[in-house]
């Protein structure tokens, strides 16, 4: 079957001169390859019937969203590449709200999700920093965000996805059963692997009742180590809080400048903003002043906040990345490590950036122990940023893998990692990867060189 | 290198006569096979040089901790199989409480973790019927329980597992890091793999604070589906209970029976045994009096229980097993269900009981979907018994695939199950994971004929 027949309509089929530079490059990684075509499927027959030609013509295939990965993941790098965009598979196609579970195509972006839901009382708690990403590549990336801390990730609230795999037939992998001991986990092992091993087609969620009461904290510290310290206090003492953000002094800067408005604390080096979420306000309350307890000798200053500081609060923290993109070039990381070795990574990162000549300034999500070290590059000429860049990761990693950290929190290993992660992981390990991608994609079809 | 030489002490390595027929059979599957020998490994390098041992000789594995299985997954059915019994390896090896991480062996008991970190102010959730059972096996099938309604089941508590591969290499899968988007989740295609793929020889456990403060409430309904709506308000209102339990009063008997004590409800068909639990009496309680509000005109009564109460109406439910045992024979199923399909398939079972003359009673975790549904033998001859049995369970796995549910949701798959395994689970699905299981024991050396 011709590519034409499978899509029929011409304005969902991109081939030559028609497929934009946006299709082969991402913000980090830089066009190398052209491609076969781009077919914006609407349909999994679609997407399967592509698979199949995919198959017969011998193309590789690449799965993509909005396209707003930073990993390189969906940058074509062979030429001979099917891009296979399901951003038009865009259909909310239910949501039952017995079992709370919502059924979503790929293509439907995180906000809506978010808006869908929270409109009729429900709550989808996964929140990566991207608003504007769908949710087959948050399924894909296994995305985290700001309330893994409480809730856990992506994979945390996905019952089932349907799959097209590289042999052309589809499955359903979970279910809406809660327990199951009932063969392997593939719907755990597709999840975050990056399209190398399905394309997902349609996803079932859970989502959770939306929590009546929130209150905010906010916590100055004279440093990131106290700072760290305060946050394994609060998670010691089950305060369990939904969201437990670390930044320091030099990255909300960025965000004040760009806002014109400024945090409503203006002391110390590092700053933790909390949020706490029940329903009972009596909880949310008083779990808000055991953390004023524990922690009024360790910080400067701890501020519940109100309302409108909340907002405030929260806004400068979202807008860190924004600002930064405003006024600087730079390239964020996503590197994890277990939560008490957070102060110490970052803590590394500072010596690094006076052994590399890169300027370094860290935030995250230190709850949950992944850090986002931004490198900055501050006019550096191409050759010398790469240099140094390289040089700088090289030691970085390998102090990432000498605390039990992983390269990637929640961004994925695509190609931009693929170096670092092949050193940090067990040969054993990588090899069991590789003989499971090899077993069900025989072929190395589905985005070929990304991941493994 | 000789088994004599790799297990040097004599106690733990049985041969012939030395191998008692409990490890050729469990409560419901019979012995049909003799075994090669039964090795009981300390340590993980022990293990490793079984299995070697098991290649050089060409001897299929399986593992096996306390035997406590109910599936058949331990149980030999060819005759050349080395059983390598970790039940020795029973060391605590540390607690770190910065990342609250429990490292085990795969022989400590569940009821050893459950005391260990209780003691120490900490929870570990799952919480499996069987505190005997280890939890090396209560990862090998993903254990659920009581409590999975709240906090999930073994798989969300594992971080790490050290895994025999069949190739004899070791490798640690996981790792203490909440987040993860770094390559395929393998610890999770391990979980529930009933010793197919690996041998599990440490486990890092996540643990909790434990929470404060618990309070039980007791509902009465005149039948299973106003309980099974009842439990859906529960579950729709924000009320997050740690464990919802529905039982018949035709099983709650039993128990009664047994300890010579009585419900603190009489009245009813079918009763919700719910716990609360969390780190404010206030909101412990204020949920409580809000399940009462919600549930008074679907309850024919509610009671929320003081200590004393609370005590003995969990003693009552904990105790329906080994009461069934003392009076009758039987065979419990632990199939799931979507939680809206829990009164549906309870009231199909009972008319199965109608259709093949076999009487049928149940209980099981409401919250979660997972029914106990338990099939009386009632001194029915092994043929009849054999022919009826076959006849019901084709009929009520049949009904549990049709409302989208699963054979097992704590138990596994085993031989016992395997056969309507295959026949519910999608042809495409079950060669993925036979692709997958070729790929990892491309000998079929662990564990085979069981699961797949």
Do not use: C
Not at 83 to 91: L, W
Not at 312 to 318: E, G, I, P, S, T
Not at 339 to 350: C, L, P, Q, V
């Amino acid at each position: 079957m011709s590519i034409e027949t499978i899509i029929g309509d011409p304005v969902r089929l991109l081939l030559g001169d028609k497929i934009s530079d946006a299709y082969k490059q991402d913000i980090y990684v830089p066009k190398v390859a052209d491609v076969h075509a781009v077919a914006l499927a609407k349909t999994t027959d679609e997407v399967r019937k592509l698979v199949n030609y995919a198959i017969e013509q011998d193309l590789k295939i690449i799965a993509r969203g909005a396209g707003t990965g930073v990993a390189g993941a969906q940058v074509p790098i062979h030429g001979n590449e099917l891009i296979i965009d399901v951003s038009q598979m865009k259909q909310i196609v239910g949501f039952d709200e017995a079992t709370m579970t919502l059924t979503v195509e790929p293509g439907v972006l995180l906000s809506e999700i978010q808006e869908y839901v929270e409109s009729r009382g429900y709550f989808y708690p996964p929140d990566p920093g991207s608003k504007h990403s769908t949710i087959g590549g948050n399924v894909a990336t296994n995305a985290g965000g700001m309330r893994a801390v409480k809730y856990g990730t992506t994979r945390d609230y996905v019952r089932a996805i349907e799959v097209v795999l590289p042999t052309g037939e589809t499955v359903e992998l979970g279910s809406l059963n809660i327990k199951s001991s009932s063969g392997y986990d593939l719907k755990n092992l597709l999840i975050g692997s990056e399209g190398t091993l399905g394309i997902i087609t349609q996803i079932k969620l859970k989502v959770l009742p939306l929590p009546k009461y929130k209150q905010s904290v906010l916590l100055a510290f004279d440093s990131v180590t106290s700072a760290t310290d305060g946050v394994l206090t609060i998670l010691a003492n089950g305060i369990d809080p939904t969201a437990l953000e670390l930044f320091e002094r030099g990255t909300i800067v960025y965000s004040e400048t760009f806002t014109k408005q400024l945090l409503p604390l203006q002391t110390g080096e590092a700053y933790v903003l909390m949020t706490l979420d029940g329903n009972e306000m009596a909880t949310v309350t008083s779990r808000a002043d055991v953390v004023k307890q524990l922690l009024q000798s360790k910080a400067i200053a701890v501020l519940a906040l109100d309302v409108e500081q909340e907002k405030l609060a929260w806004k400068l923290r979202d807008h860190i990345l924004v600002a930064l993109m405003e006024f600087t070039e730079f390239e964020m990381l996503d590197e994890v490590v277990p939560i008490n070795r957070f102060a110490e990574m970052i803590s590394y990162t500072k010596e690094l950036q006076g052994k590399h000549g890169i300027s370094v300034i860290n935030f995250g999500h230190a709850g949950d122990g992944n850090i986002h070290t931004v490198l900055m590059r501050e006019g550096l000429d191409q050759e010398t940023w790469i240099a140094k860049r390289e040089a700088l990761l090289t030691d970085l990693y390998e102090k990432v893998a000498a605390l039990g950290g992983l390269p990637s929190a929640e961004h994925g290993i695509g190609i931009i990692k693929k170096s670092y992660f092949e050193k940090m992981i067990h040969p054993v390990e990588l090899n069991l990867m590789r003989k499971v991608k090899n077993a069900i994609d025989p072929d190395n079809r589905l985005n070929p060189g990304k991941l493994l």
